[in-house]
């Protein structure tokens, strides 16, 4: 080695040029999320931004909701009062009406019937303070009075029957004595409709079909028989708003696309361990008499022959790319007391977030290739049929099926192929309408 030291950068290139060191895969990993975050960061902000203004909404909107029940809380205390205080009015008017109607009685009937007509007065002033028993029940008539003594005691007897008090109380408060009489039943359920804002958490199974183009039919017949569809899923949330019949739609998903592949490639080995040597003798028989003859080889001859194994080259797996998606739907509901049928429809823009596809190479199609040019981001078609069933006012469960298709490849422009997945679904979820 040369003591000069403008030589140390060319001695520890040249030492360690053969030295490699492998990143494990946790720093490939974290590496990953740390690029995705950088790229995403104004999006995921964004949208917890909205979530943020939605839950806020939701807050605000059920506080505004327990001030408006305190109110009315107050509002029907005050018209009980209102009610009582007319009702002792009311009675006392009738118990004013009774006594002039007595005073007119006492005119009308003879000497003999004053004590008895005082005494029936009496009883129906009573009936008409308690306001409970009906005035036939409380005044028995003798068949012996005048037309104008029955006139009077009709008087008598609607003025009782006007002044019967309501019980506010079995309006406000349930009596739970009564048997079931006067028990509060929660009405039928509104449907979806007379609310403007609503939220559906969901989740459920999918199944996605490639469709790929740009290369000939040979290859696409080859990659159609080797690969199926595969179970994916999706989960997320939908902010939705409700304007009469019409429904906007939007949220955040995650959305999986699974594609099984079946490559079995067969192919023999050469094996040296089993391969041998194969001789052939050359024999010759001498006669000599009285002997038969003896066999002498002349010569020998071998062969090296070769032996294969039978192998397979196994590719199965599954490709798999993964997105965030942000819908944008429209859509229109009809509603019974129970139930709602809702049609959507619209497009949703997806951010990949993972990636992992391997297949078979154009020209070589036992060889398999990782495709690494996927699109960063994905727009896609969407449409859906729900059934809303309403467990109370508030809250509902359903069931949607869907059907979503790419509009662009999953490869870039610049890839030897194209492909596009469509997908049928089906979610089920719960919501919550404000």
């Known amino acids: 080695m040369n003591n000069d030291f403008n030589y140390i950068d060319e001695f520890y290139k040249n030492s360690l040029s053969d030295y490699k060191e492998e990143a494990g895969k946790g720093v490939w990993e974290n590496l990953r999320w740390t690029l995705f975050w950088m790229k995403y960061k104004w999006f995921i902000s964004l949208s917890s931004i909205v979530l943020m203004i939605g839950a806020s909404s939701l807050g605000f909107y059920s506080l505004s909701k327990s001030t408006d029940t305190s109110s009315k809380l107050a509002n029907d205390a005050d018209h009980k009062s209102e009610v009582m205080l007319a009702y002792n009015v009311e009675n006392e008017n009738n118990v004013l009406y009774a006594i002039e109607s007595s005073a007119e009685l006492e005119l009308v009937i003879s000497d003999d019937q004053h004590a008895e007509r005082s005494s029936l007065a009496g009883i129906g002033i009573r009936s008409f303070e308690a306001g409970i028993e009906d005035a036939y029940d409380q005044v028995q008539l003798d068949d012996s009075r005048n037309s104008e003594t029955t006139r009077i005691e009709h008087a008598l007897t609607l003025s009782g029957m006007a002044s019967q008090p309501m019980n506010i109380d079995l309006t406000l408060n349930p009596d739970s004595l009564l048997m079931g009489a006067n028990r509060y039943v929660e009405p039928i359920p509104t449907s979806m409709k007379d609310r403007w804002f609503s939220i559906n958490v969901y989740g459920g199974p999918s199944f996605s079909d490639a469709h790929i183009s740009g290369v000939n039919s040979e290859y696409i017949d080859f990659r159609k028989a080797n690969e199926s569809a595969s179970p994916g899923w999706s989960l997320g949330t939908d902010l939705r708003f409700h304007v009469k019949n019409w429904v906007f739609t939007t949220g955040i998903n995650y959305a999986i696309y699974s594609q099984k592949r079946s490559y079995q490639f067969h192919y023999q080995e050469y094996s040296p361990e089993d391969s041998y040597y194969h001789y052939d003798t050359t024999?010759?028989?001498?006669?000599?008499?009285?002997?038969?003859?003896?066999?002498?080889?002349?010569?020998?001859?071998?062969?090296?022959?070769?032996?294969?194994?039978?192998?397979?080259?196994?590719?199965?797996?599954?490709?798999?790319?993964?997105?965030?998606?942000?819908?944008?739907?429209?859509?229109?509901?009809?509603?019974?007391?129970?139930?709602?049928?809702?049609?959507?429809?619209?497009?949703?823009?997806?951010?990949?977030?993972?990636?992992?596809?391997?297949?078979?190479?154009?020209?070589?199609?036992?060889?398999?290739?990782?495709?690494?040019?996927?699109?960063?981001?994905?727009?896609?078609?969407?449409?859906?049929?729900?059934?809303?069933?309403?467990?109370?006012?508030?809250?509902?469960?359903?069931?949607?099926?869907?059907?979503?298709?790419?509009?662009?490849?999953?490869?870039?422009?610049?890839?030897?192929?194209?492909?596009?997945?469509?997908?049928?679904?089906?979610?089920?979820?719960?919501?919550?309408?404000?």
Not at 362 to 376: G, P, S
């Open 283 to 434: 024999w010759v028989w001498l006669f000599d008499p009285p002997d038969f003859g003896i066999p002498i080889i002349s010569g020998i001859d071998s062969s090296w022959v070769k032996v294969y194994q039978d192998k397979i080259r196994d590719h199965s797996g599954q490709n798999q790319v993964r997105y965030f998606e942000i819908p944008l739907l429209v859509g229109y509901s009809t509603s019974t007391s129970r139930m709602t049928i809702e049609l959507n429809a619209g497009a949703s823009v997806g951010f990949l977030t993972y990636s992992k596809i391997s297949i078979p190479d154009l020209y070589h199609y036992n060889e398999m290739v990782e495709a690494k040019e996927v699109n960063k981001t994905m727009v896609n078609f969407v449409a859906n049929a729900s059934l809303y069933y309403h467990l109370s006012n508030r809250v509902s469960i359903y069931a949607s099926p869907y059907y979503k298709q790419n509009l662009q490849s999953v490869f870039t422009n610049t890839y030897q192929q194209k492909q596009r997945f469509n997908t049928f679904g089906i979610n089920f979820g719960v919501n919550l309408m404000f």
